[in-house]
């Protein structure tokens, strides 16, 4: 499996985004996927994580009632909608897969990454 995220960008404290993330080389529908972030000098964090259905996902308190996980198996997608950001989401922000159902919030649980990308949030 190969991830891409995209979508990131430069937006001021408020606005938002929507990140994407593309799957190659297998169906979306075979894999739960979550989205971590790293800011620098900080360690990877979990952000949230959505079961292979969709119907299921989680969210760390810091961006609960926020931001939105969803995903099109159809099309092999997977996004993250970003809403009322905040200058501490300033951050790398990666996608992962996990071949399960279950959606889960530890690093170690999921196989596969993609390259991250860079969101900044500005006063």
């Known amino acids: 499996v190969q991830l891409q995220a995209c979508g990131g960008g430069a937006v001021q404290a408020g606005g938002s985004l929507r990140l994407s993330c593309a799957a190659s080389?297998?169906?979306?529908?075979?894999?739960?996927v979550g989205w971590f972030r790293q800011a620098p000098g900080k360690e990877r964090e979990f952000v949230s994580s959505i079961s292979r259905s969709g119907r299921t996902a989680y969210y760390a308190d810091s961006v609960k009632g926020r931001f939105i996980a969803s995903r099109d198996n159809a099309v092999n997608m997977v996004y993250l909608q970003m809403n009322t950001l905040k200058v501490e989401d300033t951050a790398l922000y990666y996608c992962?897969?996990?071949?399960?159902?279950?959606?889960?919030?530890?690093?170690?649980?999921?196989?596969?990454w993609g390259q991250g990308t860079q969101v900044t949030v500005s006063s």
């Open positions: 080389g297998r169906s979306t529908s075979t894999f739960a």
């Open positions: 992962a897969a996990r071949y399960g159902v279950e959606a889960r919030v530890r690093r170690d649980d999921y196989d596969y």
